[in-house]
């Protein structure tokens, strides 16, 4: 029999493991299977791979390993705080036994006592409620004393540390003077008189130590003043004294100041307030409150305000550009000291908070929903009420603006003082920005509209004046003489500076309309942002008007004004001879020439139609010719500009580009339809009588005149009218046509009735 240790081999597992026995019968047969082979046994239920097994036990081995050092560890650190503790255990038990028997005697003397006579059950509490009333009132007696012998020698005491200069006492004393005033709160009198005595002796040490300040400008000195003040609740003054004393030389600058010099003064303040930045922390626990509180009480200080002496200063015409550089001088100044601010040390823990600001040296979004500074509003606020006449201002730089002018050829004077005058207005829009930051925008675009009609206005005038021209046309067969060709040839030239000037309006209002909506300026500070947007400015109208199309519309308005006098100028000039052969139209002897009268055997001749008369005539034949007159012109630009504004032009038939035909027949269109409208409506109706004869020649007249027009493609329903009106032949008919005519149309016909008799 082998009585070897059985040996479980685990370094080749079974292929598979046996499946698990569904009992315990089953389970000993498997057992008996194997004999004595318990090794096997055991192999034949352990897993396959002990790859998991071998990785979970090295886990644990490490672990244990770990624990087991921690444990060493542990181990000879409490072995050593038992060394150490043990000698002090020794004498702790001590200490516990001696205070056990001296319980222990306390307690016997207590039972001693205890057996002695009974007392009642609140006698003891009735003793110690005696006991500690009296222990209070014994230690408010003694307080009142103590305050009554100190504020006894308060006073003397006071003053001699005064004249000693002892002021760090004198404040120490003062505060727990003012501390112990609680204890006279429920004896008035003694309160009042009490506080009228501490007051008194706190002004006394304020004025000593006011003194001392006027007299010293040593940081260190200061910063111990400075905490004395506190002491005796005279912070704000000390600030104040402080604030005098330093703003002094800015007053005196402020007195030698106008607003052209502002700059200069602006440039003194900076340097004080550089060299406060470097000395208030030295002195105060919360630098950047303290300087900003001096710029502002310096700004508060100054004496005449700076509004008023604005407003006295843009009383005159061309105070704009004066107030503008003041204005940016102290955006300037702004800029700087936020800056200064930016970089001063942080305040102390102990002092105030302030409020903290984007840095205008790194941030270029503008905050709006912060608040300004107060300093910086304080420095804005004078030119509010400037910028809000900014328009009024802007109006009245403009009308005073002289605009150049040349005594050579007008169209040429008009073209250069257009030159002149938008770069004005360009400088208006640059004013506007830098004063208002746009948002005095509505009264730029007024000032303008009103600069641009009164300029428009002037130069129509000086213009449209017709001078002696060198130009040599052949026009002989024409009634127009070398003056009337020069006038026209300058009627075109300006004519042709409008349509210059049209274009340049229109990059102008482009540029302006860009200009206004960029209101929000990165480059503007805080505080004037928000000034300008609690202003009048910052109304319904500026939003109106940056939605608006064509802010300019008044000016081009103006423009087509100038236009339709330089058109009608042309016109005059054209149809001049034309008109002066009509002047004595209507006094022609032919109307009143009497019916020759039918003799008895005289032969019947049929009458032809008359011969027009030489007016009519050589009106006609100067229509003709106005074709002839335009076609050397037919390509200039100058004479398409414009046309639909054209007297008698329908405006709904033009389209760009528009042809030279077009053009050219557009011109003699309007010029016929011109002339005839001149003697339907004026000519004719000057006629005081007309005889049937004379009916009969105006009929002629008007006959040959619309056929004359006809060939130029024009009609003119009046001339038409009277055309018929005059050649009826019997009051019968008259009637009759009359009668069939539609209420209305019957003026014309009325008219020839009143002249012949028949109405």
């Known amino acids: 029999m ?72 542990a181990l000879e650190q409490s072995i050593h705080d038992i060394t150490r503790t043990v000698p002090r255990l020794t004498y702790d038990l001590q200490f516990m036994r001696e ?63 005064i004249q000693q200069s002892a002021w760090t006492k004198a404040g120490t004393r003062l505060a727990e003077a003012s501390r112990s ?52 609740d005279r912070e704000d003054e000390f600030k104040e004294y402080y604030f005098k004393s330093r703003r002094q030389p800015i007053l005196d600058e402020w007195t030698a100041t106008d607003v052209p010099t502002l700059p200069r003064f602006y440039s003194a303040l900076l340097s004080t307030v550089q060299a406060e930045k470097a000395q208030i922390p030295l002195i105060f626990p919360s630098p950047t409150h303290i300087l900003s509180s001096f710029i502002q009480t310096t700004l508060e200080c100054l004496d005449p305000s700076p509004h008023s002496r604005l407003a006295e200063f843009a009383e005159g015409s061309s105070a704009l550009p004066d107030l503008i550089k003041a204005y940016k001088a102290t955006e300037e100044l702004a800029s700087a000291i936020a800056a200064l601010l930016d970089t001063t040390p942080l305040p102390s823990p102990s002092g105030p908070e302030t409020p903290k600001r984007p840095s205008r040296r790194f941030s270029r979004a503008i905050a709006l929903p912060l608040n300004p500074a107060e300093w910086e509003t ?46 004005t207005a360009d400088e208006a829009i640059g004013r506007c920005l830098a004063f208002t930051h746009g948002y005095g925008a509505v009264g730029l675009v007024d000032a303008l509209n009103a600069f641009f009609d ?75 942002l928000t000034l300008l947007q609690q202003s009048p400015l910052n ?123 077009v053009v050219l027949s557009t011109w003699v269109s309007s010029l016929s339809l011109s002339l005839l409208s001149q003697m339907t409506t004026t000519t004719l109706r000057q006629i005081r009588t007309l005889s049937n004869r004379g009916a009969a020649q105006l009929a002629s007249d008007l006959a040959y005149l619309s056929n004359a027009v006809r060939a130029l493609d024009v009609e003119w329903d009046d001339l038409e009218r009277w055309k018929e009106a005059s050649g009826v032949e019997s009051e019968e008919e008259y009637r009759r046509r009359v009668r069939e005519l539609p209420e209305g149309d019957d003026e014309v016909w009325r008219q020839v009735g009143v002249v012949r008799g028949w109405a």
């Open 2 to 73: 082998d009585t070897s240790t059985p040996v479980v081999d685990l370094s080749t597992p079974p292929k598979s493991p046996p499946a698990a026995a569904p009992s315990l019968a089953d389970l000993a047969t498997t057992l008996d299977g194997y004999h004595n082979d318990i090794p096997g046994f055991v192999n034949s239920l352990v897993p396959s791979s002990l790859s998991e097994a071998e990785t979970t036990l090295n886990t644990l081995l490490t672990r244990l390993s770990i624990l087991s050092q921690d444990t060493s560890s």
């Open 99 to 161: 205070s056990a028997t001296s319980l222990q005697s306390s307690l016997s003397s207590v039972q001693t006592s205890i057996r002695g006579p009974a007392l009642a059950p609140t006698a003891s509490l009735d003793r110690l409620s005696h006991l500690d009333k009296l222990k209070s009132r014994m230690e408010s007696a003694r307080d009142i004393l103590r305050e009554a012998e100190s504020w006894s020698t308060l006073e003397s005491e006071i003053t001699s540390l």
């Open 181 to 232: 005033m609680v204890v006279f709160q429920s004896t008035p009198g003694e309160y009042e008189s009490r506080r009228t005595l501490l007051v008194s002796l706190q002004n006394q040490l304020e004025g000593a130590l006011a003194q001392a300040l006027s007299s010293t400008s040593s940081p260190e000195t200061l910063a111990k003043l400075r905490p004395v003040f506190e002491m005796i």
């Open 378 to 423: 304080t420095l804005y606020e004078p030119f509010l009420d400037l910028q809000t006449s900014y328009p009024a201002l802007e109006r009245r730089f403009l009308a005073n603006t002289s605009i150049p002018t040349s005594k050579t050829d007008p169209s040429r004077a008009l073209l250069s003082s257009a030159t002149a005058a938008f770069a």
């Open 454 to 528: 009164e300029f428009l206005a002037s130069q129509q005038q000086r213009a449209l004046t017709p001078t002696t021209s060198t130009d040599e046309l052949d026009f002989d067969s024409l009634d127009y003489s070398t003056e009337d060709w020069g006038a026209f040839q300058l009627g075109l030239h300006v004519l042709s500076a409008c349509k210059d000037i049209r274009d340049r309006l229109e990059k102008f209002e482009s540029k302006l309309k860009t200009s206004i909506t960029l209101t929000n300026q990165p480059t503007a500070s805080l505080g004037a």
């Open 539 to 661: 109304s319904a109208a500026l939003q109106t008007l940056l939605a608006n199309p064509s802010p300019l519309a008044p000016t081009y308005k103006s423009l087509a004004g100038f236009t339709r006098a330089s058109q009608q100028f042309l016109q005059n000039i054209i149809l001049a001879p034309l008109q002066s052969q009509l002047k004595e139209y209507s006094t022609l002897s032919v109307w009143s020439q009497p019916d020759k009268a039918q003799r008895r055997g005289d032969l019947q001749v049929p009458t032809f139609s008359l011969s027009p008369t030489d007016t009519i005539a050589r009106v006609s034949e100067g229509l003709l010719n106005l074709l002839r007159v335009f076609e050397v012109y037919a390509t200039d630009d100058a004479l398409a500009f414009s046309i639909e504004t054209l007297p008698f032009v329908d405006k709904s038939l033009f389209e760009a580009p528009i042809a030279p035909e």
